[in-house]
């Protein structure tokens, strides 16, 4: 007879801090980040709410969550992000917390760019990392950028945040560079995008100065570090988008009648919305996991990301499409703010690689079959 196996139990639901970090954030999204706003800003040249990010960083302290304190963080975790991250899908606010808060602080404690994280710690510096937003994290997209000297020539396509970004972060093969983006020799070209809160850029550089950071681990290391952490707690983002969506609906079928009853009195979107309420709680247990494994460093890390990437993105997609639909006539109009979920829920779903992606990587980490044309 074998022993048993004791694993500490893991607890997913939210902590009163954490419960107290959403009203906060969510407080200040809706005072300065409502959906007129947002899609005004998606017609303009900048789509990118910069006042929103100061209040954000300064006031609440959001971008400095998961870093230590020795250094201007706020000794938390990346669960307090995840929370974060919430409440920004719930608004879809065109803010680069995603790209700047976690992908590149992630990379920056791996290779150990100490004066970038106290910028990033504070929110004073926004940085991005220069590869391709389709990436996923087990397969990190190669570009052509080289270095000469203390000069970096090449081009980087469809980068996340970047537009917004005081400093690019550029791995060349194991070595990282620092890259400011308003420096001589780099160039953004706006990449069409569907999701305008998310803006995508095509980085060319023409030997642009370029600083080298002399850090603890490989650039590649790094890499994979960051997109693993930003893919974990994108899921969270796709949660709350997800429930903006249903509570939205569920609203709106409360009060529209027609042929004299409440539309939410009929059983057909009765149903919809219950198949969508069981999905949203999946999500929503997929997303936490993904956070907290990331929190912990757990070994199981890379199954949960997969999980929660693969399920939480198909399951917002939805729920903005059941968004258009139970809205009827009005849910297609540019003047209802359904569009900006169903483009936010599609475009992230493209982020680091599309479910199908994940789900063959989840299958080869758990040693699962792959489907042949003769097992068909």
């Not at 969506?245 to 042929?259: N, W």
Request: hydrophobic share 45%; glycine share 8%.
């Amino acid at each position: 007879m074998t022993d048993r196996i004791e694993h500490p139990t893991m607890d997913l639901l939210y902590s009163e801090q954490e419960e107290f970090l959403r009203e906060t954030v969510r407080d200040v999204l809706n005072k300065t980040c409502d959906w007129t706003s947002v899609l005004a800003l998606t017609e303009s040249e900048s789509p990118i709410d910069r006042a929103l990010w100061r209040t954000l960083a300064s006031e609440v302290g959001a971008s400095a969550l998961a870093l230590p304190e020795d250094i201007g963080g706020a000794g938390a975790s990346w669960r307090e992000t995840a929370v974060v991250l919430e409440e920004l899908g719930r608004s879809v606010a065109p803010v680069p917390y995603l790209g700047s808060s976690v992908i590149a602080t992630v990379y920056a404690q791996q290779t150990g760019a100490d004066e970038l994280l106290a910028g990033l710690a504070t929110g004073e510096t926004i940085a991005a990392l220069a590869v391709p937003a389709g990436a996923p994290w087990f397969r990190p997209a190669h570009h052509t950028v080289t270095v000469a000297g203390s000069t970096m020539t090449g081009t980087v396509a469809t980068v996340a945040d970047a537009s917004a970004a005081d400093m690019l972060i550029v791995p060349v093969d194991d070595d990282t560079y620092l890259v400011d983006p308003a420096a001589a020799g780099v160039r953004f070209t706006p990449v069409v995008s569907l999701d305008e809160t998310r803006p995508l850029v095509d980085i060319e550089f023409d030997a642009a100065p370029a600083q080298r950071v002399d850090g603890a681990h490989p650039a590649g290391a790094a890499t994979e570090a960051a997109l693993r952490a930003g893919t974990a707690l994108l899921a969270s983002e796709q949660l709350g988008l997800a429930e903006h969506c249903l509570s939205a609906t569920v609203e709106y079928l409360g009060v529209r009648r027609q042929f004299g009853r409440l539309l939410g009195s009929y059983q057909a979107p009765k149903h919809r919305l219950a198949d969508l309420w069981v999905q949203i709680n999946q999500a929503r247990a997929a997303a936490r996991y993904a956070a907290d494994c990331l929190a912990a460093g757990s070994e199981d890390l890379a199954v949960a990301v997969a999980v929660a990437h693969s399920w939480c993105s198909e399951v917002a997609v939805h729920a903005a499409e059941e968004y258009v639909q139970l809205h009827g006539g009005i849910g297609f109009t540019w003047e209802h703010p359904a569009h900006l979920y169903l483009k936010r829920a599609k475009s992230a779903m493209l982020l680091f690689g599309g479910p199908d992606v994940h789900r063959t990587h989840l299958a080869g980490l758990i040693d699962l079959p792959l489907p042949t044309l003769e097992t068909i």
